[in-house]
Each structure stands twice: as C-alpha cells, then as structure tokens.
C-alpha cells in the first residue's frame, strides 16, 4: 500500500534511499505494475526442489484448516479500488466485491487478500475513511462466510481495525517502514504479518533501483526489517518474507529473485511470491512489436511462476485469477514429493 502522510518521523529508510525519499515524503507506494527499465532476463531455474518437506513450514497463528495443508498455499487478490492495474475497478462496489471473492475461493484460492487503496504507480492516496469504508464492509462479509482474510495496507490503524473484525493476516506493502506504528499493531493483534521488501514510494522506486546484487541486498535489507518488527515485539514465528517483486526493480532484477528464493529461506522465514500479472511478465510476453501484454493476458504466465516458487519451497503465491495457480501448486507438491521420495530409493527400490 501507499506510505502514510506525517510518517517521516518514525520511518527509518535504508541508508541507501534516505535522500530520495526526503524528496517524496507525500508520495505512494506502488503494488506491482512498475514500469519497466533495461531488458528482462531469462529466468533460471531453480537447481534443486524444496529441501525437506512439500511445503514449507507455515506461519503462525492460522486456521488448522490451511497449516493442514502440504503445500504451497494461494492467496487470491480482491482489490475494492476503482482504478486496479489488474482489473481496472471492476470490483470495487462491494457486492461485487464480495461475489469476487467468493469466487476465488471456489477456483482453489485458500486467502483472500484484500485491499481498498489502488498501489498502482501514480495512484494518488485515499483517505483512510475511504479505504475503510470500502474494505470493512466486504471483510465482514467475507468473514461472516468463513474466508481467511489477508487485510492489505499500509495503515496500522485500519490493520488493527480489519484484525479485531476477523483478518488473520495484515499484509503490508511497506514492510512497517511506511508507519511507525505498525509492527506494535500487528504484535498487540496477534495476527500473521507480511513484511515486503520496500525501498520507497512509487513516485521515486525507478531512482532506488540500483543494486550490486539483488538476491543478496533485497534479503539483507529485509532482514533489517524483520529485526525492526521483532523490536517491536511481533514473534518471529508470525512474519512472513515477500521480496516485493516490481518494487524498486527494473524486470531483469525480478528473475534472479524468484530463481533465488533458497537465498530469503535462509533466513528462516516462510516467504510470499507476489508475481501475478507484473510488468516484467508482461514484458516477457511481448510480441515482435515489443509491447508488453496487458495485465489480464499475463495469468498463464503467473500460473507457470506460481508452479516453480512452490516447486521452489514458497509458503504462499498471491495471484489475481486462482484456478491455474490453485492446480499449478498441486502439481508443484507432486513433482517435489517425488523428487523428495525417489531420492531416498535405491536403485533396486526403482525397479
């Protein structure tokens, strides 16, 4: 989500970005249709499966009805916006909302992530009012219909507001370094927290995307956020790690952390995938005109990323259209079961 207005008194940015983000204090953060710079990059696989089990261990605390489960989990997006990159607002009235969601589910999503304030590049901030009055009245219904609901913002108000109404998870965009008052929040809600790696606003991401090594500096630097939020009090055992794909990163950046994801497992933290319809697959996807594809012909793409993270060991892949994504992280703890098993059989064992 967007950084809240007055935030730069308890906001303690990266050494790296601290002077651009003075110059852009007011300005919003962006969800993931970044524009994009440079070439994208083949994408590289990953050299071996998920060590140990199917599924990578799960946060807590969360329903038995999804830790159950042994694989990789599926967050399907609701977005109450009338101006979404991916849907353009055609959920924003909450009836359809709500009927959105639910259909969601039914296509396999397990989470429900929802959010009321547009992170597209540009986006001009809401009031908090206004995300309020267009998230809570869906949360409830989605709630009252048995979902598990992610509550996706930056504002540690309205997070604190979505948890006492049924919100399991408070997914923030910023990662708690766009309200100082969040990680405290989330730690006194009890509730699963996501931290993104986030550099800064939209409005000056294309300037914060300088990196040596992005594997590397986008894990160091979450795990400074991570220490931040356990300073804050949240448990360890509830945060969970979301490299922030299209975020301060040109498209050829994004591959090398989705080929790399062992590299934010080493941290020892389960981590989110959020690559579904991003530029940088709309990119790979371009035709000899060299346009990129627009973002609803970028869903079997998303489905083929969501196959190899959870082949890779993601806990969880936030996706917009959940059918393809629902049968690609099964087929993803199928293929990692049989590597996991065939390597423990002998020769004689295979026949």
Same mark, same amino acid.
């Given at each position: 989500?967007?950084? @809240? ?24 953060? #962006? ?6 710079? #440079? =070439? ?7 050299? &071996? ?6 599924? $990578?261990?799960?946060?807590? $605390? ?19 916006? $009338?101006? *979404? ?9 909450? @009836? ?16 429900? @992530?929802?959010?009321?304030? *547009? ?10 009012? %206004?995300?309020? +009055? ?5 949360? /409830? ?10 509550? @996706?913002?930056? /504002? ?8 006492? !109404? ?22 006194? *809600?009890? =509730? ?16 914060? +995307? ?17 220490? !931040? ?13 979301? $490299? ?17 994801? %062992? ?27 060299? &346009? ?8 079997? +793409? ?5 196959? !190899? ?20 992280? /099964? ?21």
């Amino acid at each position: 989500m967007h950084v @809240d207005a007055g935030r730069e008194d308890g906001w303690h940015p990266h050494r790296h970005v601290s002077g651009a983000w003075a110059d852009a204090q007011r300005a919003d953060a #962006g969800r993931g249709d970044e524009p994009h710079h #440079g =070439a994208v990059a083949a994408p590289v696989a990953a050299e &071996q499966p998920y060590p140990g089990t199917v599924s $990578p261990r799960h946060p807590a $605390p969360l329903p038995t009805s999804l830790t159950e489960l042994d694989r990789t989990l599926v967050m399907g997006v609701v977005n109450v916006t $009338p101006d *979404s990159f991916s849907d353009g607002g055609r959920w924003f009235e909450p @009836d359809a909302a709500v009927e959105h969601g639910l259909q969601l589910l039914a296509e396999g999503a397990d989470i429900l @992530d929802l959010g009321g304030e *547009s992170t597209r590049p540009g986006a001009a901030r809401v009031s908090i009012e %206004d995300e309020r +009055a267009r998230v809570l009245p869906v949360l /409830r219904a989605l709630v009252g219909a048995g979902a598990v609901v992610s509550i @996706d913002t930056s /504002r540690a108000e309205l997070a604190d507001e979505a948890v006492q !109404l049924g919100a399991a998870i408070v997914n923030d965009v910023t990662g708690g370094l766009g309200d100082p008052r969040m990680h405290a929040t989330v730690a006194r *809600s009890g =509730a699963v927290y996501v931290a993104m790696h986030w550099r800064g606003p939209s409005a000056v991401m294309d300037d914060l +995307a300088r990196y040596g090594d992005v594997v590397a500096e986008v894990s160091d630097e979450l795990v400074e956020q991570v220490a !931040l939020a356990e300073a804050a009090g949240l448990a360890r055992e509830s945060i969970v790690l979301d $490299p922030g794909l299209g975020f301060a990163k040109p498209g050829a950046d994004n591959w090398p952390l989705l080929a790399h994801l %062992d590299a934010l497992q080493a941290v020892g933290l389960p981590v989110l995938v959020g690559a579904s319809r991003k530029r940088f697959l709309g990119h790979l996807l371009a035709g000899r005109d060299g &346009q990129p594809v627009p973002p609803e012909e970028r869903d079997a +793409a998303t489905a083929a990323v969501s196959a !190899l993270a959870a082949a890779a060991g993601a806990w969880c892949v936030r996706v917009h259209a959940a059918r393809a994504t629902a049968d690609a992280v /099964r087929v993803a703890a199928a293929w990692t079961l049989a590597r996991r098993t065939d390597a423990t059989m002998t020769g004689d064992d295979r026949g």
